[in-house]
């Protein structure tokens, strides 16, 4: 079976929707561990990750949701140009090429998946119940990497359609 050749894909919100997929599975996350949690849990470690060095009530992991959805809604907004913060080599977003808005709303949205992944990894780094702390400290300096990374090549790229 062939698709028409008048219907296309929409492809205007699928990162909207599929931000807020992650955002409610972050939301379930949140709400698992705080279910698996003890009254407090550790929230600052040794650098070796052996010893908590400071607790806190668990209510923590579902700051640290909301703080991740915060974060993501304004993702979403600066991706569809809604703030006007945005500015990338000192170019204020209203005063780029359309070449430049796509690049910087691909930048937006990666840096929405990044902050949400970021966010449960802390969540499942201060209470192991999902997987092991190691896996997920690795998994999180992968992230912080990845974020670094796709930020500088953004900025580079964005300069140089300028």
Same mark, same amino acid.
């Given at each position: 079976m062939s698709t028409p050749e008048n219907k /296309?894909? *929409? #492809? +205007?919100y699928r990162n909207d929707f599929l931000i807020l997929a992650l955002l409610v @599975? =972050? $939301?379930m996350l949140a709400a698992h561990v705080y279910d698996l949690a003890p /009254? #407090? %849990?550790? %929230?600052h470690y040794e650098w070796n990750l052996s010893s908590p060095t400071a607790y806190g009530p +668990?209510? #923590? =992991? &579902?700051?640290l949701a909301v703080i991740g959805v915060c974060l993501s809604l304004l993702g979403i907004l600066a991706a569809h140009g809604k703030i006007s913060l945005i500015h990338v080599d000192?170019?204020?977003?209203? +005063? &780029? *090429?359309?070449?430049q808005k796509a690049l910087t709303r691909k930048f937006m949205y990666r840096l929405t998946f990044h902050f949400i992944f970021l966010m449960a990894c802390v969540i &499942?780094? =201060?209470?192991p119940v999902v997987l092991p702390k190691m896996v997920v400290l690795i998994a999180f300096i992968l992230l912080l990497c990845s974020l $670094?990374? @796709?930020s500088v090549s953004i900025s580079? +790229? %964005?300069r140089k359609l300028g």
């Open positions: /296309q894909e *929409n #492809t +205007k @599975g =972050l $939301v /009254q #407090t %849990i550790p %929230i +668990k209510s #923590t =992991l &579902m700051v000192r170019l204020p977003y209203s +005063k &780029m *090429n359309e070449a &499942m780094l =201060l209470v $670094v990374y @796709g580079f +790229k %964005i």
